[in-house]
């Protein structure tokens, strides 16, 4: 399967292969930086939403959200899990061409979505679509994996998780002139008398440095730019894995 047809084949299993990432503490720190950024939004934009965990969780604490993705497979996935009442609404949209007639008090795109964007153009789009979608002052919060992170971190490594009986390999490649690193997940699903259904999906992601990432927003319009290392508020090093941004 090829890179830009990815989160398809998976979505069913979505969730169990991001079992092991804490969305409650990924949350706090959003609201933290809400904080930090003196907004008290109601009615939040999460971008490249997949199967709505966070969207659904922010939800549960009060916001009205509204998360859009271009992969249907995964919207499938997340509208199975509102239950009646939740104040969330799921649409089929491509970030880099956003356009719904509302604005919001926030923005996020969360867990290295925009690392799936591999032209430096197609980020500007996405930051000039988010802006014009914000209200006056809101904050984009989103996050990004560092060059440092996709080099050295996932570098050329092979992976393997067990979820209780669903087995999924993680290959990662790296090719240092293009910046990009090439992800492939193997899923080994299990069908009952010894049998496996095998699943191949590639996602690339693009490294982009954090000063041409503050370029980006300040050129779409964004005036204030904070960059953090993930999960808290110091500022980056140079082997930082994780960079969340902070735009208003």
Same mark, same amino acid.
């Given at each position: ?5 990815? !989160? ?8 169990? +292969?991001m079992?092991?990432v804490n ?9 933290? +930086? ?7 939004? *109601? ?9 709505? @965990? ?6 549960d ?28 609404? !799921?649409?089929?949209? $491509? ?7 509302? %604005? !919001?008090?926030?923005a ?5 979505s ?7 153009? $197609?980020?500007?789009?996405? !930051? ?19 060059? &440092?992170?996709?080099?050295? &971190? ?19 490649? &790296?090719?240092?002139? %293009?910046? @990009?690193?090439? +992800?492939?997940?193997?899923?080994? =699903? ?12 590639? *996602?690339?992601? %693009? ?16 005036e204030? =730019?904070?960059?953090?290392? *993930? ?8 082997? @930082?894995?994780?960079? @969340?941004f902070?735009?208003?």
């Amino acid at each position: 399967m090829k890179a830009d047809e990815s !989160f398809t084949s998976i979505a069913p299993y979505y969730d169990r +292969l991001m079992s092991d990432v804490n969305y409650g503490a990924w949350i706090k720190y959003i609201e933290e +930086l809400f904080s930090y950024a003196g907004s008290r939004p *109601h009615k939040i934009l999460d971008l490249a939403c997949g199967t709505g @965990t966070p969207t659904l969780l922010l939800a549960d604490r009060g916001y009205e959200v509204v998360g859009v993705d271009r992969s249907e497979e995964m919207l499938e996935v997340a509208r199975s899990k509102l239950k009646k009442g939740d104040r969330v609404r !799921f649409l089929k949209q $491509d970030i880099r061409e956003l356009e719904l007639d509302e %604005k !919001f008090d926030a923005a996020l795109c969360l867990f290295d979505s925009l690392n799936n964007l591999l032209k430096e153009d $197609d980020l500007f789009k996405t !930051f000039e679509r988010t802006r014009i979608h914000l209200e006056d002052g809101a904050p984009f919060i989103f996050d990004l994996n560092t060059p &440092y992170c996709l080099r050295y &971190y996932w570098g050329d490594n092979v992976r393997v998780k067990e979820d209780d009986d669903l087995i999924s390999i993680w290959r990662t490649s &790296y090719n240092r002139k %293009k910046g @990009t690193s090439r +992800l492939h997940i193997t899923l080994l =699903v299990p069908l009952g008398n010894g049998l496996f259904n095998r699943i191949d999906e590639e *996602h690339l992601e %693009k490294g982009y440095e954090r000063e041409d990432v503050e370029r980006l927003l300040r050129e779409a319009g964004f005036e204030r =730019v904070y960059a953090f290392e *993930h999960l808290s508020f110091r500022p980056p090093s140079p082997t @930082t894995l994780r960079i @969340t941004f902070l735009a208003k």
